[in-house]
């Protein structure tokens, strides 16, 4: 267990909707990655936040959004789906901005499917 | 565009035999990752090679990174069943600059190396 927790596990919804993927770091880390992981694509970064900001960005699609809250949790918000949006999405931690490359902890992801 | 490629993508062993796994990439980086993922599981780290020349070793499994040849290997000695799973390296670089320093921790994966370890 790594300590950081991901919400739901799993996600089946129809195409167009909307949906939010929640993620708490491991307790103390500043930093939060989201993943998307498919067949076709493979492991792919999307977005880094440091302490509430933005701190980069990936091949993140116009209709997903992330944010990182003062409690340091962090949501990401997938809209108008696409039947190839299904994927496995994982959220990772680290103490700091990987200034001192420190490891990133992987949750255990959410497993969206849109029919 | 930072391209990581892993090699070989399927990898069949034979208990008790060594093989190595390559990962190579294609823009200057120091900082190579290694991971482990079974089935329907998460990530977990397994190397963290910071340096050209670095060295990392935990069980029956070797970590190494040649930083000019841009070129990291995962050297499986004496495979056991429970060594079966899909092995990423991942390549992290800059990703943002500001008044204090730079920013890292966009990694950039290769495509996964799935070992199966058989009697």
């Known amino acids: 267990d790594s300590g950081v927790t991901q919400t739901p596990k799993h996600l089946i919804t129809a195409t167009g909707q909307r949906v939010t993927l929640r993620c708490s770091p491991r307790s103390g880390d500043l930093s939060v990655y989201w993943y998307q992981q498919s067949l076709d694509q493979g492991l792919q970064f999307l977005i880094q936040?440091?302490?509430?900001?933005?701190?980069a960005k990936g091949n993140i699609l116009e209709r997903f959004s992330a944010q990182q809250f003062p409690d340091l949790h962090s949501e990401l918000n997938l809209s108008s789906l696409e039947l190839g949006d299904s994927a496995l999405y994982f959220c990772?931690?680290?103490?700091?901005?990987?200034?001192?490359?420190?490891?990133?902890?992987f949750g255990p992801g959410t497993r969206l499917t849109v029919l | 565009e930072l391209k990581v490629e892993q090699n070989p993508l399927f990898l069949s062993m034979q208990e008790g035999k060594n093989y190595t796994i390559y990962c190579n990439y294609s823009t200057t980086s120091d900082r190579l990752y290694w991971y482990r993922q079974d089935p329907g599981k998460s990530l977990e780290s397994l190397f963290v090679l910071l340096s050209n020349g670095a060295v990392k070793q935990e069980g029956r499994l070797m970590a190494s990174l040649d930083t000019k040849a841009r070129l990291s290997t995962l050297h499986i000695t004496a495979a056991v069943h429970d060594l079966s799973a899909t092995y990423f390296c991942?390549?992290?670089?800059?990703?943002?600059?500001?008044?204090?320093?730079?920013?890292?921790?966009?990694?950039?994966f290769g495509q996964g190396t799935i070992l199966t370890v058989h009697p």
């Open positions: 990772a931690s680290s103490e700091l901005a990987g200034r001192y490359t420190d490891t990133q902890y």
């Open positions: 991942a390549v992290d670089i800059p990703s943002y600059t500001y008044a204090g320093g730079t920013s890292y921790g966009k990694l950039t």
């Open positions: 936040y440091y302490n509430g900001e933005e701190r």
